[in-house]
């Protein structure tokens, strides 16, 4: 019997991963990920499809990253639960905002190679700049 495919990530799927890498500790393969994501998903991905998406693929590589330039823990952990929680949250959030500002710094390089591009080939920024069409919504195809 041929197993079914899995559907196509969404934007919530998408981000169910990356928070998946955003809470990741341990050692990090491409197999402990989807083993991972079907465990909280229900749907097996290949390492193909993680890896078609700049945003997974470059979460990634920064979280295997930072994994192995991770230090091991001078101090125990802290008995208080709610102490523990709270430093569990601002992990998230430190592991979270390390992941966006790669995220932008890819986005400015990209930009930047796109406004040198335009401005070889002579686009100007008024061009750039210029408004968009307005769709032509309530109207039939014949009526003017």
Not at 25 to 30: F, I
Not at 35 to 44: C, F, I, L, N, P
Not at 128 to 133: K, R, W, Y
Request: aromatic share 6%.
């Amino acid at each position: 019997m041929k197993k079914g495919r899995a559907p196509d990530l969404t934007s919530e799927r998408i981000a169910t991963v990356l928070e998946t890498l955003d809470t990741w500790k341990v050692k990090l393969t491409w197999e402990l990920l989807l083993d991972a994501v079907e465990a909280s998903t229900g749907y097996r991905y290949s390492r193909f499809t993680f890896a078609d998406y700049p945003e997974i693929a470059n979460a990634f590589s920064l979280k295997k990253d930072a994994l192995r330039g991770a230090l091991p823990r001078s101090r125990g952990e802290p008995r208080d639960e709610r102490v523990r929680a709270a430093l569990a949250q601002a992990e998230r959030a430190t592991a979270r905002a390390d992941r966006l500002e790669a995220e932008n710094r890819l986005l400015t390089e990209q930009f930047v190679t796109w406004a040198i591009n335009a401005e070889r080939k002579g686009v100007t920024l008024d061009m750039l700049n210029a408004q968009l069409p307005k769709p032509e919504r309530d109207r039939s195809k014949g009526v003017k």
